[in-house]
């Protein structure tokens, strides 16, 4: 099999399953370039370490190609068509660990407040109505920021209170219950919309009608949360961003169902497909940013009466006589 059979039967592969492949694909072209359209099984680790090597990429970036091309050969490995996986020596320093910011109910609170002082003036392309509504939205179903700006009129069903999601890159078409009162705040939107007249394909809108750009709803994003005063330090990762909201949905939904005594191991399946994860182990990552699931353990290890000091012991333990007792005398 020729290499670039490989790449287009891959691909191919992928797409029937719900993903797109539309950023990961141009990485294989690129090291089709650089190898030739030779035989799949005449590639060598030296021709995949010099691409990656001679990117100049971060370390980060760097692993998430190792891990892409990996996984290619992989597949191809599976179906007999290559004996060996003709990839390098990983480096030795691993990418940092998941750390994504989980946001409070309480910086939720700010963010929405924030953003009447933000969204005026004429610089600002969205409407504080719209950018509220898309905020609320993202943290109420933990939808990809791709899947939030491409969702369509036509995909909120109102009375069943229902969204399709899934028109975003990287993303599997999915329909999904939503609560009642984001139902209620997309319900306002709408007539908002309808007051406006807008014949807008997506749901959401900027001030002129038009389809939301992502860079446009980022920069937003980040004034409002500047205005907030949400931050983090700088040597544990980036600053929050509008991912971080679709994060947070997965992590405060996993804490309100230990709340309810469910197991938090029985219910990922059921998280993982509302986020729409290709794998359901995908959202066991949430588990070690919930606290809350550790709370019965240690109410379990937490005694009946709890330790309290007792009073403090006098210093001079003489008796009435003045003599120390007998365990306190020096012996003869």
Known sequence: MRFSTAIRAYVEWKRARGILFKKAEPFFHSLLKQTGDCALNSITPEQVLSYLDGQKLSPATWWQRYKLFHGFFNFWILRGEITLIPMPRPRAAWPLPFKPYIYSREEITKLIRA????????????????????????????????????????????????????????????????????????????????????????????????????????????????????????????????????????????????????????????????????KWIWAEQYLSLTPERFWDHLGRLKPEQPWRPGPKKPTNQRNASGELPARLRWPH
Not at 208 to 233: L, S, Y
Request: aromatic fraction near 10%; hydrophobic fraction near 35%; charge should be positive.
């Open 115 to 278: 953003v009447d002082h933000t969204q005026t003036g004429r610089s600002c392309n969205l409407k504080p109505l719209t950018m509220r509504t898309l905020l609320l939205f993202i943290y109420g179903t933990g939808a990809r920021f791709s899947e939030a700006i491409s969702c369509r009129f036509e995909d909120f069903d109102s009375k069943r209170r229902l969204i399709t999601l899934g028109h975003g890159e990287s993303s599997r078409k999915r329909r999904i219950p939503i609560g009642v009162n984001l139902t209620k705040l997309l319900n306002v939107f709408v007539d908002f919309r309808k007051a406006r007249n807008v014949n807008c394909e997506t749901l959401f809108f900027d001030r002129h009608g038009k389809r939301i750009g992502g860079p446009t709803f980022r920069g937003n994003f980040q004034r409002v949360r500047k205005f907030a005063g949400i931050t983090r330090q700088a040597d544990i990762g980036t600053m929050p961003g509008i991912r971080d909201l679709r994060h947070t949905f997965a992590v405060h939904r996993l804490a309100a169902w230990l709340k309810q005594g469910k197991h938090s191991r029985s219910m990922l399946p059921l998280l993982s497909a509302y986020m729409g994860h290709v």
